[in-house]
Nanobody, 128 residues
């Protein structure tokens, strides 16, 4: 089977940091682009960023640029979303997904051009 599993979510204080993991099974993340998305209560799903296959080039949405970074560890077949300086408005369910269109931004936004396999999501709550 082909699947992605997110982990690392939880409760964090404003200004704190959290690292989310996206672990793949059934395929190698070295050969696919991975996107991160989030959906806050009552809001549309938002693209957070992406990481390209092979060269690990990343694109980060303007809304989180400077605070969030994306990386991969091919040995662990895992992609990470490092979130720093967290704000209450970052509270959301965070998802990772494959994106066959590659890692590209459109006017500072990551839309996801050809999303395939999705994970089930992990909840991040930023609150004091």
């Amino acid at each position: 089977q082909l699947q992605l599993v997110e982990s690392g979510g939880g409760l964090v204080q404003p200004g704190g940091s959290l690292r989310l993991s996206c672990a793949a099974s059934g395929f190698s993340l070295d050969y696919v682009t991975i996107g991160w998305f989030r959906q806050a209560p009552g809001k549309e799903r938002e693209g957070v960023g992406c990481i390209s296959k092979v060269d690990s080039r990343t694109g980060i949405a303007d809304s989180v640029k400077g605070r969030f970074t994306i990386s991969r560890d091919n040995a662990k077949n895992t992609v990470y979303l490092q979130m720093n300086s967290l704000k209450p408005e970052d509270t959301a369910v965070y998802y990772c997904a494959t994106d066959l269109s590659g890692c590209t931004l459109n006017s500072g936004s990551y839309l996801g051009g050809h999303v395939g396999v999705w994970g089930q999501g992990t909840l991040v709550t930023v609150s004091s």
